[in-house]
């Protein structure tokens, strides 16, 4: 089947891309071959795939008309957003955290759902793989929540728990000691706003940085407060964690459950927390999948055979992840 559409050339060029690499992303997904001359776009294939390459064209298109820049990724935007049956533009149009340029906002359903879920819960959790923007979201949504005033601080926090290693000692101040375990936090904050504003924020307690075990006899008010790396928390450190929500104050809880690092006794607060909480009005959990994942295409093929390997692996394996997730 071979169909055509007429784009303004605003749109066309845009389709294309750097070296046509949205363009090829678009056959590529969709196995459909596109054909661009000038303004007019050419869809060759079989009928199920040219009508579902032409709604993704018209998709993108309608995006580019609005300023928004196109690249590989959106196209994998663009499709998870259509096999949801939602429209796009409500997903990538939706600019959480803007700053010299740069805007900051989901790419997938889920993470539209995610955002909104922040903006309209105090407490609110995202659960899933690595890649698919859960800290970096939280961040921005803080950042943005701090410009407007919405908050007087930001407080982002994780337990002290080593990937299967041990630092040991380390040498110079606090800052010095628990940078190892919170630089993924920094590297998010230095990618929301200028580094210098970062480091006055942080002098003045307007941003904190710390380890989870520094939250216990504190009451936080007026804060948005972030805990990443919360498959890492006992029952008892959640618990502690979630009875510091103060007056004024909203809270992201971030995590993996198939990335526990706690001895194999201790249960994962983050998978226990689900079915405590699961019920209570103000409290919302968002869970992330493999096709959340927006960092490089190897990241989200790497999530995927790890969970299928989680599916083929011993008996003893699966009860071990049945008796953390009861």
Wanted: hydrophobic content about 45%; proline content about 4%; some cysteine.
């Amino acid at each position: 089947m071979r169909q055509t559409i007429e784009l303004s050339n605003r749109a066309a060029s845009a389709l294309c891309g750097t070296n046509d690499e949205v363009l090829r992303r678009v056959e590529s997904t969709i196995d459909c071959q596109i054909v661009v001359r000038g303004n007019i776009v050419t869809l060759d294939g079989d009928a199920t795939a040219v009508a579902n390459a032409l709604a993704v064209v018209a998709e993108m298109a309608d995006l580019a008309e609005n300023g928004l820049t196109l690249e590989e990724g959106t196209v994998d935007s663009v499709t998870g957003s259509l096999a949801q049956e939602i429209k796009p533009a409500s997903v990538l149009g939706d600019v959480v955290w803007s700053h010299r340029g740069r805007k900051v906002g989901p790419k997938t359903p889920n993470q539209k759902r995610y955002v909104d879920s922040i903006r309209n819960n105090t407490v609110s959790f995202g659960v899933g793989p690595a890649g698919t923007g859960k800290t970096f979201l939280a961040v921005a949504m803080a950042a943005a929540a701090l410009s407007r005033g919405e908050v007087n601080r930001v407080i982002l926090t994780r337990p002290a728990v080593e990937a299967g290693e041990r630092l040991g000692f380390l040498p110079g101040d606090l800052m010095a000691k628990i940078d190892p375990y919170l630089r993924p936090l920094f590297d998010a904050l230095n990618d929301m706003l200028d580094p210098e504003k970062v480091s006055d924020h942080l002098e003045r307690g307007v941003i904190e940085v710390a380890p989870l075990a520094f939250m216990r006899g504190r009451t936080l008010n007026d804060s948005f407060i972030i805990l990443d790396e919360a498959q890492n928390t006992t029952a008892e450190q959640m618990k502690m964690f979630l009875t510091r929500l103060g007056f004024g104050s909203r809270m992201v809880i971030t995590g993996d459950i198939t990335q526990i690092d706690l001895p194999k006794d201790q249960d994962s607060g983050l998978v226990v927390v689900a079915d405590v909480l699961s019920e209570i009005e103000g409290i919302d959990f968002v869970r992330f999948g493999a096709d959340d994942v927006v960092r490089h295409r190897l990241v989200q093929r790497i999530v995927e055979a790890y969970g299928a390997f989680a599916e083929r692996a011993a008996p003893e394996l699966h009860a071990q992840r049945d008796r953390r997730q009861a």
